[in-house]
């Protein structure tokens, strides 16, 4: 890589860290009733070592999300010992991390130039700050997404392992805000039934759906525990809808 590109790359990572971190170590993050919910629900998990099935509301009355939000929260959560804005910090690395990730993928489809572009519209288009500067689970879609794409892009290359943990991602994604990760799965099964037909009809199809089980295995259980309680509710906000 040239002097030039490396010294651009470094500048734009730079200036992503700066554009998420000024706010939130002046304390311009939300801390609001919600996020509150959620700390309290991590440090029991981290603390008295309470493991729960279910995680945050849907904000459909009855219907709630996976535990995962909880499950990937513990980690920078245990490492500041609960402290907000370290955590928020934790959620603006993933930005950072898009911004290199997607670098990679623009040099890796097209050429460095293209990168940079790339890198540069993570770092500084607003939508990708604020979506990545809140304790909020939809704030991980951000580079969770953009993995998804790159692992579909490379559908054809990819081995076993990175095959669930395509699977495991794009429903994960669900999880994280439910409109949004069910469009999104919809269009990726839609689009590798058009033109990946060879992966959509072989046994890779398999490997996805099992790292998608992984990620619902909780709800299966919560929802075996409780006369599907949940299903009926949402079976009956798509009908009433």
């Known amino acids: 890589m040239k002097t030039s ?82 955590i928020s910090i934790f959620i603006a690395l993933t930005g950072t991390a ?23 519209l993570f770092a500084v288009v607003p939508f990708f700050i604020s979506s990545t500067t809140q304790i909020w689970n939809p704030n991980l879609l951000i580079l969770l997404t953009l993995i998804t794409l790159v692992f579909l ?13 395509f699977g495991f991602l794009t429903t994960l994604l669900i999880e994280l805000e439910l409109v949004f990760g069910s469009v999104f799965m919809i ?21 996805i759906l099992a790292g998608g089980l992984v990620v619902e295995a909780p709800r299966v259980l919560i929802e075996l525990r409780h006369n599907f309680l949940q299903t009926k509710i949402l079976f009956s906000m798509v009908i009433s809808n």
């Open 153 to 165: 892009f490379h559908i054809n290359k990819i081995n076993s392992a990175k095959l669930v943990i």
């Open 98 to 120: 898009s911004v290199l990730l997607s670098y990679w993928w623009g040099k890796d489809i097209l050429d460095k130039n293209s990168g940079l572009f790339l890198a540069g």
């Open 5 to 86: 590109t490396w010294f651009l790359l470094i500048l734009i990572v730079f200036l992503s860290i700066f554009l998420r971190w000024w706010g939130i170590l002046h304390g311009s993050f939300a801390f609001t009733y919600d996020v509150g919910r959620d700390l309290l629900a991590v440090r029991d998990l981290v603390y008295q070592h309470k493991i729960t099935l279910i995680g945050p509301t849907s904000g459909q009355g009855g219907f709630f999300y996976g535990p995962w939000w909880y499950w990937v929260l513990a980690i920078p959560f245990f490492l500041s010992g609960g402290n907000p804005t370290l």
């Open 187 to 207: 269009g990726l099964l839609f689009s590798l039934l058009l033109w990946q037909r060879k992966t959509f009809f072989s046994r890779k199809i398999f490997l």
